[in-house]
Each structure stands twice: as structure tokens, then as C-alpha cells.
């Protein structure tokens, strides 16, 4: 594992002991858990487990649809906010925090038009500063060579690997604090998945990275923290490496080296 | 052959048999529609002229015309889709995007699924009562237009919502994902992307206003106007006039009714003609559909 | 919150900063729910408008005539001097000419659903439903002129006693006209049939028919159901076919070869009228619509009930 400096230990957001219903039904059972900036922080486990329901909680998604509860908290740093708080609009969560979906899904719009959503609802019109927003954005999700030619092309166009770097290019667009993986290449192909998991070891350096994967290679390569989960709870936490080698926990090690899952 | 052939080609017999039936009478019902149009065509085509397209209605077949029906079927659709577009739109957002889950909006529900079969010749009724004695707002272009506004409403909710159901979820998550609130997200991405469904339901709900006589008989609609209402516009400020709202109307299937139901067969003729110009009319609207709706599948594919 | 914005990367601001408008966001898209939930409850406040007057002036109806009468009179003679209001001649009227119509539609709509469903390929199927939906499209006003100078003619081929206006031309195109929904309704029902139970029908060796009759056809029966009754609701309340071509005289019989008026065709005629606001022959077309109104309902339950007895699970 690599040597950590300073900045890799800073806390970006903590959930403790976080319950989520869909209706009656629990979903999460007092999730605790640890989100370090600059890092990236892999979810595993068998389908199921609460992994996605969990990296949904983060950005408020489950409250677009009705019957939906959290109970405990997710704190938000620095300010320390709790974004499953009822008081806190999840709106604003949704602000701070950006997600990238399993399945690639631009708006059927142009590529510029992508990426510069976030800010429009934010109220920028100004042109030069969408242009060069949609320009950073483009290149940090390493797009912008091939796509800068054809920025008013629709974005069903392309490719579904580019798609989903497009989604990355949007999501990133509006500096979000923490961004959210939800299986992000299960969708792809090979080639395209490797773009995507060089993409999110880059993206580290300026944001905290939450993946969900099925994939337990990917949290291998891409990840410094995993989580394994498995009905609705965190069997184990730790660092990827000693999750991989040497876990502490029956159940992680059967789910890792493959007798189950 | 042996007795298991024999039956199995006495029922492949009977299959082809059911398939041609099946045919014949498809055929027939699309033959009606071709004797249909022919009749109007053998009976009308000679009488459609530029003398029949702009002169009022008269005692004399030979020299009356359809200009105040034609006028009236233009200024009722503006109204009608003034009234039911916005309100229709509007109710199906809601329907879709906004509504909670619980009674109130299942009441809803059930109530516009039942308006959609309600007789079109009640909601006349109810026109007459409420918006001519209790309004008073007369036997008026608002009046028809009103009251045909009303009877599409839920032909015009049920295709939008149609529409919209169309935009699959996972968009949806894209833009609130960004912090986009719920009326961003209709605006920017759930309208325009189910725009195509929406127009289509819009053009064949005013598709079949165009063609209704019932409702605007029961809310008195005059068959016999020698002028033009009010132009819509004025010489001064504000320059747009809503005089004509106020006019007496007619409307081209009710000056048709007043033709077919004379007994006179020279004004049968001029039926036909009217006839053709109100088929002409729902037809473009109907074609204008279809376009439209191919179009916009081609440029939005899931 | 104890925010340290010294601790906040610059860029982060603007979401901080936000707070305020946010209220002020907030307050917009509360008002535009409010505006579009308006929208939305304006479909109740019609039906509580229909409801509303045709029960206001069908009460003062029953305040001057006996309901005992209105139901058992065999005579609706409202406009004139020796008036009867019996509503039975026109609600015959109407049950006749809705027979005649169903007759001619439901089957003719099965055999068009089946054999789109069933056995059409795919460019028959694309060339044949825009045409039928043009066969709905068509004005009903342009139906009642085919069948008064097209099939009633046409029929006096071969009745020459056929009155000019009759009750059987009016239904025949009636049925026509209904032919389009009840085929499209009840082939997109057959189309929902999974296609495992036509593979299962198949593998049985049951041809193409007897798989559409005895296993998709009845599988789809909730929704054919649902067609047939969407049917019947258009033939009750079609009013300019007969109005022009079945004759507008109130007649007790159930002989469709006869002219005779529907419940809507009296509408009509009262409104073509000069008949004065207020009296009681304004009003027994409101007592007249409300009778056709429970009578569409009373179908549409009926229909809503069978629905739910042949609701299928795949």
C-alpha cells in the first residue's frame, strides 16, 4: 500500500449508525463508516447487500421517491452537516455531492449541453465561463481530445464507454466534494472499464471517490479503503490492502476468495 | 392418409380459413372508409370552389358558402387550445411528477379516466347550463370553445401523461443527481423529451374537437351567419380586440348538420362539400400527428 | 453549524452561498406545484360541474313531474300541448341502435384485433392501424351523412318498404365508426399475452387459431373486456349519426327497421329549438342527459367489474 500523507486521512464524511427503510422494510442496519478525502473508498459485496442503497442515502436519491426513511446520520465535512438530517434540503446535498450511474445515462442533448447542466441550474450563463468549465471538465475526465471537434454533437452519439466519461465530464463540472460510483462500468466493455478505473485513481487527487462495485478486482485496483457489506450491514472496514490479504472476518474472506457471492 | 393427417389438415384447413375471414373483414372496414370518402367525393367535389370557400350561408344552395363556418371552426380551436392545452400539460405534470401517492390523487384519477367517457353531448349540457345561463357568457365562440376545451381535457392529460411516461427514470436521476429541483428537471429535460408524445396527443385531441357537433348544438351554436365576428385585432392601443369572443359562432360540422338535415338535395350537395373540407381538415391534423411523432421518435431513442 | 469557511476549498463557495437564494427557489417551486396541482383538480371541478347542473335543473324536473311517470309513461311527447314524459321510447331508442352498433363492431373488431395480433406481419400491421385510427378520425357528422344518403338507400335495395330514417342504418354505421377502438384495444390487450403461452399452445400442436382462440383470447379477456365496454359507451352517447339518420320521433318499438329517437337525438332536437330557459321542456333534456349519463356509468361499472373478474396474472 502506498505511504499516506497528511491530507489522505482527512475525514470527508461519517456515517453513524444509519438506518434506511424503503416503507417497512430496513434496508441498512447502523452503517458506520468512514469517507476520507483525496481517497477513494470501495463498496463490495453480494447483490443485495445495501451496497447501492447505501451510496444513494449519500446524495439524498432515495427521497425522490415517497415512503422513504433514514434514520441516525451522515455527517458532512467540514461544515458537519448531516445529510440525511430532515432539516437539511436534499437538494443542497445534491449540490456538494456528484454521482455517476451504473448505466450511462447523458440527457439527450449536446455534449456541451451535458456538461454544462450543473451549471446552468446554478445560474451561470455566462459563455465564456460555461466554456471553459465544460473545457477542465471534459479534460479531467480525459474526453476532451475526442470529443472538443464536435461539442454541439448530440451526446447518444458516442460511444458507451465515452458516455459514461461524459457523465463523469457532468458530474465533475459543478466541483463536486465527493463524487459517487454506482457500478459505473458494469455497462462497459474491457477496454472502456480500464479507462474508467485509470479515470477514478486521477480523479482522487481532488476529490473523495465512493464506488460501488461487484467487481472485486476493480476495488483491488482502484481503491485505498473497502467496505464489505453483506445484508444490509458493514461486515468490515479497513484499508484495501489488509481487506484483500488479510481480513479479520470469516465471511469477507469466503466472499473475496470467491466461495460465495 | 392416415386418420391423424386427415386431421391435422382438415384444422390447418380451417386456420387458413380463420386467417382469410380475419382479412375479408379488415379489408371491409378499410373498404367503408375508401365508399365513405367516395360518396362525399361523387356527391361534393363539383360544388368546392372559391365562390363556396368564401361566401356566407344563403337560402340558395348555388350561392351559399362556408366562409363564417370555416372562420368559426379556426377562432373555437384557438380558444379550445388555449383552454385545454395549458390546463391538460399542466394536470399531467402533476399527475406524473408532483402527485403523492394517496386518495386525493387516486380520486383524481378515476374522475379523469371517467370524464374521458362521458357523452360528449353532456358536457353541452353542462356547458349550457353553467357557462350560458349561469356565466352568462352567452351563446359565444368562449362558450364553444370552452366546452370543447373541457370535453378534451382528459383526452389531452391522458396522452401527456403517456408522453411523459415515456422519459425513462434513470434521466430523471441524472438531473436531480446535479441538485436540479423538480420543476428544473420537468422543464429541462421531462418536457422537452416527451414534446413529440405531448404535440401528437395535443394535434389528435383538437383533431377530434374539430369534428364535434353535438355538444356545441346544446349550447347554441346559430347555423345561419351572414358575417364574420369581430376581427382580433384594432386600429388603436392595445391593437389586439376580444370583441369576437362574445360573437355568435358556427362551426364547419354544424353548418354541415344544417345541410344534411335539409330536404332539398341541392343542399345535400353542399353537405358533401362541407363534408369534404371537415374530413380534409381532420385528416392534415391526424397526418401532422403521425409526422411529428415519427420525427421526434427518431431524434430521442432510449 | 459551526462553519469554518477558512477551512473550505474556493471553489465550494458557491454552494455555501446559495443558502439564501435558496429559499427564495424554494418559494418558486412551491407556487408552480400549486399552479400545476390547480391544473390538475380543474378535471374535478368539471365533473362536479357536470353533475352539479345536470342534477340542479333534472330536480326541478321531478319537482313538476312524477319520476314514477318519467320511468313507466310509454310516451315522451314534451313539446306538445298533450305532454307525456315517459322516457322508455327513448331509451329503446338508444338500446336498439347501440345493439344494432355492437353487433356489427365486437365482432368485427375481435376478427380485426385477432388477425393484427395473431397473424398480420408487421408492415400489414403498420399500413392498417393508421387507416383504421383515419376511420375513427372521421367526423360524426360526416357518419350521419353516409348513412342517410349512402346506406339507407343502399338498404332500400334490399327492404324497399325501409323508412328513409331508420334505426338500423344509424346502427350499422355506428358500428363502423366503433369498429377502430375496439379493435385497437383489444389487439394491444392480445399483443400484452406473453409469448411463452402461444409457445406452450404451439408446442401442443394447436395451429395459429386455435392458439388465438383458446389460449390468447382468453387471456387478454380483461382488456377485450375493457375494449367492448369503451365500445358501448361511444354507441350510447353517439348522437349526430342518429340525430341525422334514425329520425328524431319518440317511438316505443324495438323493431330497427322503424325510425325512432335516441336519448341524444332529443337533446338535439330541443336545442335546435327555441325552447325557453326555465321551463320544463328546457329541462327534461338535462333529466334526459343525467338518464344518459347513469346509464354510460352503469356500463362502464359493469365493464370495471368484469375487468377485474378476468384480470390475468402472467
Not at chain 2, 343542399?267 to 374530413?279: E, R
Not at chain 3, 353516409?146 to 323508412?163: E, S, Y
Request: hydrophobic share 50%.
Amino acid at each position: 500500500m502506498k505511504a499516506m500523507d497528511a491530507s489522505q486521512t482527512v475525514l470527508k464524511a461519517e456515517a453513524r449508525g444509519l438506518n434506511f427503510f424503503y416503507g417497512q422494510a430496513q434496508a441498512l442496519h447502523g452503517i458506520t463508516l468512514p469517507i476520507y478525502d483525496r481517497c477513494v473508498t470501495a463498496l463490495i459485496g453480494p447483490s443485495g447487500c445495501g451496497k447501492t442503497t447505501y451510496l444513494r442515502c449519500l446524495n439524498r436519491m432515495h427521497d425522490l421517491y415517497p415512503g422513504n426513511r433514514y434514520e441516525g446520520e451522515v455527517t458532512l465535512y467540514p461544515d458537519r452537516v448531516n445529510i440525511v438530517g430532515p432539516e437539511v434540503d436534499p437538494i443542497e446535498v445534491r449540490m456538494r455531492i456528484g454521482m455517476v450511474f451504473q448505466k450511462p445515462n447523458p440527457f439527450p442533448k449536446s455534449i456541451y449541453e451535458n456538461v454544462a447542466y450543473g451549471l446552468r441550474i446554478r445560474d451561470v450563463s455566462n459563455r465564456s465561463e460555461l466554456d471553459a468549465v465544460v473545457e477542465r471538465a471534459l479534460r479531467e475526465a480525459a474526453l476532451w481530445g475526442e470529443v472538443k471537434d464536435r461539442l454541439q454533437a448530440s451526446a447518444l452519439n458516442i460511444s458507451g464507454g465515452q458516455q459514461q466519461r461524459l457523465c463523469i465530464a457532468r458530474a465533475l463540472a459543478t466541483s463536486p466534494e465527493l463524487l459517487l460510483f454506482d457500478e459505473p462500468t458494469s455497462a462497459l466493455d474491457p477496454t472502456a472499464t480500464s479507462r474508467i478505473e485509470e479515470l477514478v485513481t486521477e480523479l482522487k487527487q481532488k476529490v473523495a471517490i465512493v464506488i460501488v462495485t461487484h467487481n472485486m478486482q476493480q476495488a483491488a485496483r482502484v481503491s485505498d479503503y473497502t467496505a464489505f457489506m453483506y445484508e444490509g450491514r458493514v461486515v468490515e472496514y479497513d484499508r484495501t490492502e489488509t481487506i484483500f490479504t488479510n481480513p479479520t472476518v470469516k465471511l469477507t474472506e469466503e466472499y473475496i476468495t470467491g466461495r460465495f457471492g | 392418409m392416415t386418420p391423424i393427417q386427415q386431421k391435422i389438415a382438415r384444422r390447418k384447413a380451417l386456420d387458413r380459413f380463420f386467417a382469410f375471414e380475419g382479412l375479408m373483414v379488415m379489408t371491409a372496414a378499410l373498404l367503408v372508409l375508401l365508399v365513405l370518402v367516395g360518396q362525399l367525393m361523387f356527391d361534393g367535389l363539383s360544388r368546392l370552389s372559391w365562390q363556396f370557400l368564401t361566401s356566407f350561408p344563403s337560402r340558395f344552395p348555388a350561392q351559399a358558402g362556408i366562409v363564417s363556418a370555416w372562420v368559426g371552426t379556426i377562432l373555437v380551436m384557438l380558444v379550445t387550445a388555449m383552454a385545454a392545452i395549458p390546463l391538460g400539460v399542466g394536470a399531467a405534470i402533476y399527475l406524473e411528477e408532483y402527485a403523492p401517492k394517496n386518495w386525493a390523487t387516486e380520486l383524481i384519477e378515476i374522475n379523469i379516466a371517467n370524464l374521458a367517457g362521458v357523452p360528449s353531448i353532456v358536457y353541452g349540457l353542462m356547458a349550457l347550463g353553467l357557462l350560458v345561463y349561469q356565466f352568462r357568457l352567452g351563446q359565444s365562440f368562449l362558450t364553444a370553445g370552452l366546452t370543447l376545451g373541457m370535453l378534451i381535457l382528459p383526452m389531452v392529460i391522458i396522452a401527456t401523461r403517456e408522453a411523459i411516461l415515456a422519459v425513462p427514470p434513470y434521466v430523471r436521476e441524472a438531473a436531480y443527481a446535479l441538485g436540479a429541483t423538480k420543476w428544473q428537471t420537468v422543464r429541462d429535460h421531462v418536457v422537452p423529451y416527451s414534446m413529440g408524445g405531448m404535440l401528437t396527443g395535443m394535434i389528435l385531441a383538437l383533431s377530434r374537437a374539430v369534428g364535434e357537433t353535438a355538444p356545441l348544438i346544446t349550447v347554441g351554436a346559430l347555423s345561419f351567419i351572414a358575417f364574420l365576428p369581430h376581427p382580433p385585432w384594432q386600429d388603436n392601443f392595445p391593437y389586439v380586440s376580444f370583441q369576437w369572443l362574445f360573437d355568435p359562432f358556427t362551426v364547419m360540422p354544424i353548418q354541415m348538420f344544417n345541410w344534411v338535415s335539409r330536404p332539398q338535395e341541392e343542399f345535400h350537395v353542399n353537405a358533401a362539400a362541407a363534408g369534404l373540407i371537415l374530413l380534409a381538415m381532420t385528416v392534415v391534423m391526424n397526418a401532422v400527428a403521425i409526422v411529428i411523432r415519427a420525427r421526434f421518435r427518431k431524434r430521442i431513442h432510449w | 453549524m459551526g462553519v469554518n469557511v477558512a477551512d473550505m476549498p474556493v471553489e465550494k463557495k458557491d454552494a455555501l452561498s446559495g443558502v439564501s437564494p435558496r429559499l427564495r427557489f424554494r418559494l418558486k417551486e412551491r407556487a408552480i406545484e400549486s399552479l400545476l396541482q390547480l391544473a390538475a383538480l380543474t378535471s374535478v371541478a368539471i365533473t362536479l360541474g357536470i353533475v352539479g347542473i345536470l342534477s340542479y335543473e333534472s330536480f326541478q324536473f321531478f319537482s313538476q313531474i312524477s319520476i314514477i311517470d318519467f320511468l313507466t309513461d310509454r310516451q315522451w311527447t314534451p313539446l306538445f300541448a298533450d305532454a307525456h314524459y315517459g322516457i322508455l321510447p327513448l331509451v329503446t331508442g338508444t338500446l336498439v341502435t347501440t345493439i344494432v352498433a355492437l353487433l356489427v363492431a365486437i365482432p368485427m373488431g375481435s376478427l380485426i384485433a385477432i388477425y393484427l395480433s395473431e397473424y398480420a406481419s408487421r408492415s400489414v400491421r403498420e399500413f392498417v392501424k393508421p387507416a383504421l385510427e383515419l376511420l375513427s378520425a372521421v367526423p360524426t357528422v360526416v357518419y350521419g351523412y353516409f348513412a342517410l344518403l349512402f346506406v339507407t338507400p343502399a338498404l332500400q335495395q334490399l327492404w324497399p318498404g325501409l323508412p328513409g330514417f331508420n334505426m338500423l342504418s344509424a346502427g350499422l354505421v355506428i358500428g363502423m365508426m366503433i369498429v377502430p377502438y375496439v379493435s385497437s384495444v383489444s389487439e394491444d390487450a392480445m399483443r400484452a399475452v406473453p409469448t411463452h403461452l402461444r409457445e406452450g399452445a404451439f408446442a401442443l400442436g394447436a395451429t395459429r387459431m386455435q392458439t388465438a382462440l383458446r389460449v390468447v383470447f382468453p387471456s387478454a379477456l380483461s382488456g377485450i373486456t375493457a375494449a367492448y365496454v369503451l365500445g358501448v359507451s361511444r354507441a350510447i352517447g353517439e348522437t349526430m349519426v342518429v340525430a341525422i339518420a334514425a329520425g328524431m320521433q319518440p317511438t316505443l318499438t324495438l323493431n330497427p327497421l322503424e325510425p325512432a329517437a335516441t336519448m341524444t337525438a332529443y337533446i338535439v332536437q330541443v336545442s335546435l329549438g327555441d325552447v325557453p330557459h326555465g321551463s320544463v321542456a328546457y329541462q327534461t333534456i338535462f333529466a334526459t342527459g343525467l338518464m344518459l349519463l347513469l346509464l354510460t356509468l352503469l356500463f362502464n361499472i359493469a365493464g370495471h367489474v368484469l375487468k377485474k373478474r378476468y384480470r390475468q396474472v402472467y
